[in-house]
């Protein structure tokens, strides 16, 4: 995976992530799924959105149909693996932020 700075960096410096919010995303983004570390760092390193596709669900689909950062999409998709259930329940509600502890 990528180095912790490095993700902090990109969120403050080219997402431009409020400062409060880029621990806790920093560290969501480390605890990802396996399944989607390579697709993270696909786009991390090259802009291009992988095509992993969970429950229906794309990085591309959650940006395009639910206004979501492509961060977002992300932390998204990790829930739809973790949490399924209410991964679905909130996406149905039109909810684009999910947590999972």
Do not use: C
Not at 48 to 69: C, F, H, Q, W
């Amino acid at each position: 995976m990528i180095a912790l700075h490095l993700i902090i960096d990109k969120l403050r410096n080219e997402l431009n992530y409020p400062e409060h919010m880029i621990p806790e995303t920093a560290r969501k983004i480390l605890e990802l799924d396996d399944t989607l570390k390579p697709g993270f760092l696909q786009w991390f390193k090259t802009g291009v959105y992988p095509s992993i596709n969970i429950e229906g669900y794309t990085i591309k689909r959650l940006i395009d149909e639910e206004a979501m950062t492509v961060i977002s999409a992300f932390i998204t998709m990790d829930a739809l693996i973790k949490e399924p259930n209410l991964a679905k329940d909130a996406l149905a509600y039109g909810k684009d932020r999910i947590r999972v502890n």
